[in-house]
């Protein structure tokens, strides 16, 4: 790669694990193995080294790029109770819906379960009785247009006062926070979705795990690699900052998803504490 980059675009180089043996048409379905790796049948590595640019002082768009940084104080005092402490995590769900509610006009916002932790892979002992915690480091999504109508429709079933099909649109959104101060060694890189084309979607089951219901299998999209792909980070997020991305649209004409993944930052010092985070996944309806 050129080391050539204008004095007013800040970027930095990283590593992007994109998707090695994508099946022919017909093939078998590929799967991720969250809790061990070593039984995954998608092959990601070696990684291809990519530009990430910073996007502080952009302007993003939900329905163009597909993601946006939005400032959000929450009243959670203590994120390690997620996951933990029920009240918590309805706590943070209801500040969730509101924000979402406010930024994208949705008639109603639904939370998608309770809040998820991860952490940096050094973080062996916030890990250790977590299940499904370490970065993704792989590009994906996490539904394909299946799967995210799959989905839709199995909310609606437990809520028999919301019919999906009532409402011109709906969408599914994923709210990113880094709860650990600034420089983070791996953040979290978003592609702007007008980068991403059909043809490089591969559709990847992830089987995860996780404690209140055991193992899950999911169908994710996940990437084969393109020069046209533009990625951006958020570099030095604080507690009150949130990363809302698309993981759906059911309206075609804007931005259907956003491909994402963990990266490692080269200019982040040796010895800074790694990253923890809290993610929270909803669905949005639209009148």
């Not at 049948?41 to 530009?51: A, C, D, E, K, S």
């Not at 909310?155 to 600034?182: G, H, K, M, Q, S």
């Not at 219901?213 to 084969?224: E, K, N």
Request: aromatic share 8%; with cysteine.
């Amino acid at each position: 790669m050129s080391d050539d980059v204008s004095v007013a675009e800040r970027r930095v180089q990283g590593t992007v694990n994109y998707i090695r043996n994508a099946p022919d048409d017909g093939g078998d379905v590929l799967e991720f193995v969250t809790e061990d790796e070593s039984q995954s049948t998608m092959v990601t590595l070696p990684g291809q080294p990519v530009w990430v640019h910073d996007a502080r002082g952009s302007t993003t768009d939900l329905d163009r790029e597909g993601f946006l940084l939005v400032a959000h104080r929450s009243e959670v005092a203590d994120f390690e109770a997620i996951e933990e402490d029920p009240a918590v995590d309805q706590a943070y769900g209801e500040e969730i819906a509101a924000l979402l509610e406010r930024v994208t006009g949705a008639a109603r916002v639904l939370m998608l379960g309770g809040g998820k932790k991860r952490f940096g892979e050094r973080a062996t002992d916030k890990l250790a009785p977590l299940a499904n915690a370490k970065p993704a480091r792989y590009p994906h999504a996490d539904n394909t247009n299946e799967s995210s109508a799959g989905q839709a429709a199995m909310i609606a079933a437990f809520l028999p006062d919301l019919d999906v099909d009532e409402f011109p649109r709906w969408a599914l959104y994923n709210i990113w926070r880094c709860v650990t101060p600034p420089p983070q060694d791996i953040p979290l890189a978003v592609c702007d979705a007008r980068t991403l084309s059909p043809a490089d979607e591969v559709t990847v089951t992830a089987v995860t795990t996780t404690r209140q219901t055991g193992d899950m299998r999911h169908d994710t999209t996940s990437y084969r690699y393109s020069p046209e792909h533009r990625w951006n980070y958020f570099p030095d997020m604080t507690r009150d900052e949130v990363i809302i991305f698309k993981t759906h649209d059911s309206d075609p004409a804007r931005a259907r998803r956003v491909a994402h993944t963990a990266f490692d930052d080269p200019t982040c010092p040796a010895g800074t504490p790694t990253r923890a985070s809290v993610e929270m996944r909803a669905l949005a309806v639209f009148t």
